[in-house]
């Protein structure tokens, strides 16, 4: 984060998202602000808490891809979820504290990964010993035992020569030259089972106090079964297992719960399909409920997990919402106070498909002429064929429902479905798109209001 100045972290983002300058604006500053806090003596670091952002426009505009970037820029732990999935207290359903709960597990494997890939080089050394030792076990002494006939007699102790280290070194020349690679060996591998318990709480088991599952599964006997596997296969999961026994798991559930609270980003898309305060009585689930759920959340609070406590104070979270029929102002006053910062995102025009069809570093066009070039088939796209596919997706748009960038997956599937289909087998590697081919694919379709309605 050092090096990434705001205007530096607009630069990367231009790479992926076309447009939209005042939305990376905001979401820059937010990120370089966590950097100045971290700067700050400890005491004043926990009195600055972030400035929380609403992202306010239609679908496919780049709301969810400017905050996912975002993450990825940096690094922080990150989870989209959508308000719509929770309900308030009391109902069936998932409660607002299970995205804490989420977002805690994906770094904690996360991390897992990252340091067993830290320990590798050290566990197939290990991996390799233990290869070694089924290929050419240590021989045992005999046992000693009294002879039948001669009851006083003991016979003495012999050991079996013990084979030389030198042929343990010729193996292991082999083993790394792959010579040895096909040859069966048996392995005893653990089992991967759970216990088949499962416990249905719309708070989760960690609201429990304890985790269920892991108790029961550590009370029960660790299952193996033997299997006879070639020494390449042996190789990869004697691997696996030891550097899962290399990782100090106590660190990694430390640290995840330490970035998660410094620099975790929670994305709540849809939040406006939780604004507006229903009049509406009987069993039913209040929007303001779920509001009022997720305002401690916001707030800052303390959040029990398996992995520990996890304060919320300092994660970034950024909303998002179309607010077609309801407006931020319709969100609980308490809940709009913890979003300061509001950023309305323009629609998309002409200019902006074309851009977005070619600029990107993923894309669209990009993409087909990639996966086309896999069968051998060359397809080329000229400046009057971009545009043109950018104009017809603002005409259904506009006709239709605005779904933004979006609209350019389904017209691009379809205007290519032809060549995808026919490329393994078509004689011509060579193909040309023009805005005459474009027409030809598509403009019967985007004439037709009820054809287009269903397809594109």
């Given amino acids: 984060m050092k090096d990434l100045k705001p205007k530096e972290i607009v630069t990367e983002l231009d790479k992926y998202i076309i447009g939209q300058k005042d939305a990376k604006k905001s979401v820059a500053i937010a990120l370089r ?14 009195e600055i808490n972030p400035k929380n952002i609403i992202l306010i426009g239609p679908t496919g505009v780049g709301k969810t891809e400017i905050a996912r970037r975002l993450a990825n820029l940096t ?15 009391g109902y069936v359903g998932r409660d607002v504290e299970s995205m804490i709960r989420d977002i805690v597990e994906l770094t904690v494997n996360n991390l897992r990964g990252r340091q067993q890939d830290a ?22 002494p005999k046992q000693a035992f009294e002879m039948e006939d001669q009851p006083n007699s003991v016979e003495s102790i012999e050991s079996e020569p013990v084979p030389s280290a030198s042929t343990r070194e010729k193996l292991r020349t082999m083993l790394r030259k792959g010579k040895l690679d ?6 005893d591998v653990t089992a991967q089972s759970s216990p088949m318990v499962e416990i249905f709480s719309n708070t ?25 596997l070639s020494v390449k296969d042996a190789m990869k999961v004697l691997t696996q297992e030891e550097a899962a026994h290399l990782v100090d798991m106590e660190k990694v559930k430390t640290e995840a719960i330490e970035m998660v609270e410094q620099s975790g980003i929670i994305f709540i898309d849809e939040i406006d399909k939780i604004a507006g305060k229903g009049q509406s009585s009987g069993p039913e689930v209040s929007k303001e409920g779920v509001q009022r759920d997720l305002l401690p959340i916001v707030e800052g ?24 029929v309801s407006k931020p102002s319709d969100l609980i006053p308490e809940l709009q106070g913890r979003f300061p910062i509001r950023v309305e995102l323009t629609s998309l025009g002409a200019h902006e498909f074309t ?28 400046q009057d064929a971009v545009e043109k596919i950018a104009d017809i997706a603002v005409e259904v748009n506009a006709t239709t429902e605005n779904i933004g960038a979006r609209r350019l997956h389904t017209l691009m599937e379809k205007l290519l479905e032809e060549i995808l289909f026919e490329a393994p087998d078509v004689a011509d ?26 397809i594109l």
């Fill in 204 to 228: 989760g088991i960690e609201e429990m106090g304890i985790n269920v599952k892991d108790m029961l599964g550590n009370l029960m006997p660790k299952n193996t079964n033997r299997r006879k």
């Fill in 75 to 89: 690094d922080s732990p990150f989870y989209k979820v959508e308000a719509s999935k929770f309900t308030e207290v």
């Fill in 429 to 454: 590697k060579a193909i040309t798109i023009d805005a005459e081919f474009v027409t030809k694919q598509l403009m019967d379709i985007v004439e037709n209001q009820d054809l287009s309605r269903y």
């Fill in 355 to 382: 851009r977005i069809l070619t600029e990107p570093k993923n894309a669209l066009v990009l993409q087909y002429i990639a996966l086309l070039r896999t069968e051998g088939v060359v397809i080329t796209f000229t």
């Fill in 119 to 140: 320990v590798q080089e050290q566990a197939v050394k290990i991996a390799e010993e233990r290869v070694l030792d089924i290929l050419l076990p240590p021989s045992q």
């Fill in 182 to 187: 096909d040859r069966k060996i048996d392995l």
């Fill in 301 to 324: 609070s303390s959040v029990p997990t398996k992995y520990g406590t996890v304060k919320t104070d300092h994660i970034l979270f950024i909303a998002s919402g179309a607010f077609h």
């Fill in 33 to 46: 602000n966590r950097w100045r806090r971290c700067q700050l003596d400890k005491d004043l670091q926990e």
